[in-house]
């Protein structure tokens, strides 16, 4: 089962945090997924540094939608973050693949990065365990 662009766009447009955080879908299909969310003053902490949790979150849409657009819907069992450096700047994206899916569990993989002034930084890195779901209700 393949799940479709549009679809994830509005899986991403159905969750309020997502929507609050301003989350849009770039790519997602064939097992990677691109994702973005601008950095602003509602994802940065008393520093300027992005939360790490919002970090953890773009990681896990990455992990969960690359994974998705080869498997179908998913829930996250296991995200492992590790947190390279602070992540700053204008806007965050996150590229994620499908590692391996399977009939009962799928691995994702996803890169965070921070976009600095037209460059790129990776600030994390993330690996998610996923177990396959019903498709939500249209």
């Known amino acids: 089962m393949t799940t479709s662009l549009e679809r994830i766009r509005q899986s991403i447009r159905g969750s309020l945090f997502a929507e609050v955080l301003g989350g849009e879908v770039l ?3 064939d097992g990677a997924c691109e994702l973005r969310i601008p950095i602003t003053p509602t994802v940065q902490q008393y520093a ?4 790490g949790g919002v970090v953890a979150f773009i990681a896990d849409l990455g992990c969960a939608w690359a994974c998705a657009s080869v ?3 998913n829930v996250t069992g296991q ?3 590790h947190f390279l ?5 204008d806007t965050l994206i996150v590229r994620g693949r499908a590692v391996r899916n399977g009939r ?7 890169d965070v990065f921070a976009l600095v002034e037209g460059q790129e930084r990776l600030v994390a890195t993330a690996t998610a365990t996923l177990t396959p779901t019903p498709s939500p209700p249209s």
């Open 85 to 89: 450096a602070p992540a700053v700047g």
């Open 48 to 51: 300027g540094f992005v939360f």
């Open 104 to 110: 009962r569990m799928s691995v994702g993989a996803a």
């Open 27 to 29: 790519t997602c299909a």
């Open 71 to 73: 498997g179908g819907a």
């Open 79 to 81: 995200l492992n973050v």
